[in-house]
T-cell receptor
Framework: AQSVTQLGSHVSVSEGALVLLRCNYS??????LFWYVQYPNQGLQLLLK??????LVKGINGFEAEFKKSETSFHLTKPSAHMSDAAEYFC???????????FGPGTRLSVLP | NAGVTQTPKFQVLKTGQSMTLQCAQD?????MSWYRQDPGMGLRLIHY???????DQGEVPNGYNVSRSTTEDFPLRLLSAAPSQTSVYFC?????????????FGPGTRLTVL
């Protein structure tokens, strides 16, 4: 069965610093991978996704992620953190039968002034 | 487009009470689903539907019922609420049954069961 792990339930960075949020997955089939962001008291919003093709994918708000099959990873990065990036971030993979997302436990990002 | 809407935003129930969480989308999406979000556990699938008249169970279906009589609406029913159902509930829809395009999530319903 598919599963997703996210290293670090809480990550703090200074404004302007590099953001790196880690995601590893297990999948018995070629994975479709997603990053969602959840701002306080809101629903989830799609940041970016990998389905096929280029392994470096760019999303909204300056975020990008790289699919590394050999490492079963899909880490999320942003070169320079902004205060507005403070949120919870979820990595997800599509489940075995393509009918649901399997989410990681989430990483809360704090951005310090 | 309003996207995915959910009502109510907040609800407090007593153990044993019943209620229905409403979800509607105006994007003509065939796929709709319900997730619950609990701290440190991410989101877990309760039920989903791939079209009107078709529903199926997800990872945590016990204690919940769904129906899909129209493309737009996908209500979630709690027949006899229990404290273990205290959670934040999200409805999601997708134009792609295979979910490759991602999904649109509603703003959530925060439910407390006393």
């Amino acid at each position: 069965a598919q599963s997703v792990t996210q290293l670090g339930s809480h990550v703090s960075v200074s404004e302007g610093a590099l953001v790196l949020l880690r995601c590893n997955y297990s999948s018995s089939v070629p994975p479709y991978l997603f990053w969602y962001v959840q701002y306080p008291n809101q629903g989830l919003q799609l940041l970016l996704k990998y389905t096929t093709g280029a392994t470096l994918v760019k999303g909204i708000n300056g975020f990008e992620a790289e699919f590394k099959k050999s490492e079963t990873s899909f880490h999320l990065t942003k070169p320079s953190a902004h205060m507005s990036d403070a949120a919870e971030y979820f990595c997800a993979v599509i489940g075995n039968y393509g009918q649901n997302f399997v989410f990681g436990p989430g990483t809360r990002l704090s951005v310090l002034p | 487009n309003a996207g995915v809407t959910q009502t109510p935003k907040f609800q407090v129930l007593k153990t044993g009470q019943s209620m229905t969480l409403q979800c509607a989308q105006d994007m003509n999406h065939e796929y709709m689903s319900w997730y619950r979000q609990d701290p440190g556990m991410g989101l877990r699938l309760i039920h989903y539907s791939v079209g009107a008249g078709i529903t199926d169970q997800g990872e945590v279906p016990n204690g919940y019922n769904v129906s899909r009589s129209t493309t737009e609406d996908f209500p979630l029913r709690l027949l006899s609420a229990a404290p273990s159902q205290t959670s934040v509930y999200f409805c999601a829809s997708s134009y792609s049954i295979g979910l490759a395009g991602g999904a649109y999530f509603g703003p959530g319903t925060r439910l407390t069961v006393l």
